[in-house]
């Protein structure tokens, strides 16, 4: 008997380890799309089955990554991210804020592949870095009304740049994401392009320049440009 268990566990292990991003995606979008419902995250109810999101945390740390492309490597990155998020956030809840849970993003680590990441290491090492591309900070959703909505589905290999592509577009023509004022010919933008600047000039001349790339009514270059306090709130439904 005591042979046969660690069979049995050897080839459960063997066998999450090798799950294929195929199946866990599938999981993550079921997931979503039952608790997120215009940009909001329902925690209450997440709480209430934390089995659910607890075997997609499992997964996200077990799940091997040797054999992925580099489209599939960046869809799991963010589909992490934002579940990690999600699920840290239900553990606690009811909270209301991140800030308010210590070292939520800084300090506390977390397996995703096999590695133990902080969610900022998560971001920057093994997406920003990487992939150089500052369209991920619209798909990747911290917990807070300030962050942009997160979607109510996971992001997928094979339609990656379509839908980081409609997230984008989503974030910067959302009039409470950006603040146009024509009567002051002001702008008020979020401050992660404040903390982030530098990602999105590798893009463009400006971040006016940027924003205006995605955007349907262009913002004037001569429009003065701030940016507006970072709110913190926690995103619940």
Not at 82 to 110: C, E, W
Not at 158 to 179: C, G, H, I, S, Y
Request: glycine share 2%; with cysteine.
């Amino acid at each position: 008997m005591k042979y046969l268990l660690i069979i049995l566990t050897l080839a459960t292990q063997t066998y999450v380890k090798a799950l294929p991003s195929a199946d866990f995606t599938q999981a993550a979008d079921q997931f979503l799309s039952k608790h997120v419902k215009n940009g909001l995250v329902d925690y209450a109810k997440v709480k209430q089955q934390m089995d659910e999101i607890n075997a997609l945390y499992q997964q996200v740390g077990q799940v091997s990554l040797a054999d992925a492309s580099e489209p599939e490597k960046k869809a799991f990155y963010i589909n992490a991210y934002n579940l990690i998020v999600i699920r840290q956030i239900a553990k606690q809840y009811p909270v209301g804020s991140p800030m308010d849970i210590t070292g939520f993003f800084d300090q506390q680590k977390h397996q995703v592949a096999g590695e133990m990441l902080t969610l900022n290491e998560l971001e920057k090492q093994k997406l920003l870095q990487p992939f150089q591309d500052a369209r991920i900070h619209f798909v990747l959703v911290c917990a807070a009304v300030s962050c942009p909505p997160l979607a109510s589905y996971a992001f997928t290999a094979e339609n990656l740049e379509q839908q980081m592509e409609e997230r984008t577009r989503l974030a910067l023509n959302d009039p409470e994401f950006v603040k146009v004022q024509p009567n002051q010919k002001k702008v008020e933008v979020s401050q992660i392009f404040d903390w982030y600047k530098s990602d999105f000039l590798r893009e463009a001349p400006s971040l006016l320049a940027y924003i205006n790339q995605y955007r349907k009514e262009k913002i004037p270059a001569s429009y003065e440009a701030n940016f507006y306090e970072y709110n913190w709130q926690l995103n619940d439904l």
